[in-house]
């Protein structure tokens, strides 16, 4: 399918070679943009931890090239051969290998599978959709799978690490929201105030799971949300109390699990993985659904900052050193 061949527009474009990987912003026109039904003006994007790979080349995250990179955006429908989606409909693209192999939202325009695509639920602009981002949406797939495990309100403290960033702080706004009693764990105590402010009952130092974890530690949390993995989570599944879950999405710290199998056999602990990139429509809505009433605007709006799309390439190395603060809005113009 086609929207209008004849009109140009810009996005960052990212070409490997043997000197490593060269992203500038180019022009280009729909024949550049790869197979797809839906073709979407994008107005709204952002960065995640695994943008700040791609663009700065740490991982393989940029699988082809040339490629642009992005794994969120939201825009507008601007053609459309898929029977779900018409001209005019907002719509939000998380992950589905977008930014990955197929080229993402660091562009003003984009097309992609109707498949990929969830209709921008009323309650959000296109830019909250963006402040929340992969991110929140991963975050409230946590929460929700912490709930089919049995972990409610009243239960103990939820654990969330890396709580300064993007998952955790959208995680911390909704558990509050919902009464939770949260543990927020941060390498960052210049960070507690805020934290607080989103809800956070107590402040740990990320410092305190960074050791070798035994393989039974004290009991102290209802249930966690990890994003760091490695050591991390070690220590945080061997204190997590009888009958708790733990909810891993992240490997900021590392890949690997260097753990016992003592919490899950003697305490009854459960490991469940979120998987955000190709979760399906079944879970997908849902979770937008539930952020559409379960978190706190005015506190969305506090943890977000909004630059134009031209400094992304600028704030891929301050993601990774885990200096940026909540989420960031990228406008694309």
Not at 60 to 89: C, H, Q, W
Not at 127 to 136: D, V
Not at 222 to 236: E, Q, R, W
Not at 252 to 277: E, Y
């Amino acid at each position: 399918m086609s929207g209008n061949v004849a009109e140009q527009f810009h996005g960052f474009l990212a070409t490997k070679s043997d000197a490593g990987t060269q992203i500038a912003w180019t022009a280009m026109t729909d024949a550049d943009l790869m197979p797809g039904d839906v073709d979407v003006a994008v107005s709204h994007t952002t960065i995640n931890y695994k943008d700040g790979l791609a663009l700065a080349g740490k991982a393989p995250i940029l699988r082809k090239s040339p490629m642009v990179p992005g794994i969120d955006f939201a825009g507008t429908v601007i053609a459309s051969s898929n029977p779900e989606f018409a001209p005019g409909d907002a719509v939000i693209l998380n992950g589905w290998g977008v930014g990955e192999t197929h080229s993402g939202g660091y562009a003003q325009r984009a097309r992609v599978k109707g498949d990929w695509l969830v209709k921008k639920p009323a309650a959000f602009t296109p830019a909250q959709t963006m402040a929340i981002g992969t991110a929140g949406y991963t975050a409230m797939l946590a929460i929700m799978a912490l709930e089919a495990h049995g972990v409610v309100p009243g239960n103990g403290p939820i654990l969330v690490t890396g709580a300064a960033g993007g998952v955790g702080s959208i995680a911390v706004a909704v558990l509050a929201k919902l009464g939770y009693e949260i543990a927020a764990s941060t390498g960052r105590p210049e960070e507690a105030d805020f934290l607080k402010s989103l809800g956070a009952t107590e402040i740990l130092n990320r410092a305190d799971f960074s050791g070798a974890a035994k393989p039974l530690g004290r009991e102290r949390f209802a249930g966690v949300i990890d994003v760091a993995g490695s050591t991390t989570l070690a220590n945080a599944i061997s204190q997590t109390k009888y009958g708790g879950c733990v909810a891993a999405c992240g490997l900021a710290q590392g890949m690997d699990l260097p753990g016992s199998v003592a919490p899950f056999i003697l305490r009854g602990v459960t490991l469940a993985g979120i998987d955000s990139v190709m979760a399906p429509k079944a879970k997908r809505i849902p979770a937008w659904n539930r952020l559409a009433t379960d978190l706190d605007l005015a506190k969305l709006d506090t943890l977000t900052v909004t630059r134009p799309l031209s400094d992304v390439i600028a704030l891929a190395p301050e993601i990774l050193a885990g200096h940026v603060r909540g989420r960031v809005v990228l406008e694309v113009v």
